[in-house]
């Protein structure tokens, strides 16, 4: 019985393929593109953090799954993800300190 359960789950389960489908159709909404102001108040900790998932998760173009999702995406809306990562280490005064862990991290 588990392994009937379990081989119905794994029918079930979205494709990579269908996941950047609905990311694609979601991003083709009208109003999508329009610039939002979001005030938030977060610690230099999470920024630090936050710029880091951004980038790892724009880089994982080795991975077969983020690879059919990243490919799905627009460079120019990538390029913002970049640069917004950028920015809120820049807001936050981090530059410096991410450059000197990226250092450490490559050694």
């Known amino acids: 019985m588990s392994e009937r359960l379990n081989n119905l789950k ?8 269908d996941v950047a489908k609905v990311y694609d159709t979601i991003l083709s909404i009208p109003g999508m593109n329009e610039n939002v102001k979001i005030d938030i108040r977060i610690s230099r900790k999470n920024v630090l953090l936050l710029n880091s998932v951004i980038k790892c998760g724009l880089s994982a173009k080795d991975d077969d799954k983020s690879a059919n999702l990243l490919a799905s995406i627009p460079q120019e809306t990538l390029h913002e993800l970049d640069a917004f990562a950028d920015e809120c280490l820049t807001k936050a005064g981090l530059n410096e300190l991410s450059e000197k862990l990226k250092a450490l991290s490559t050694k």
């Open 10 to 17: 794994h029918e079930s389960m979205p494709t990579t393929t």
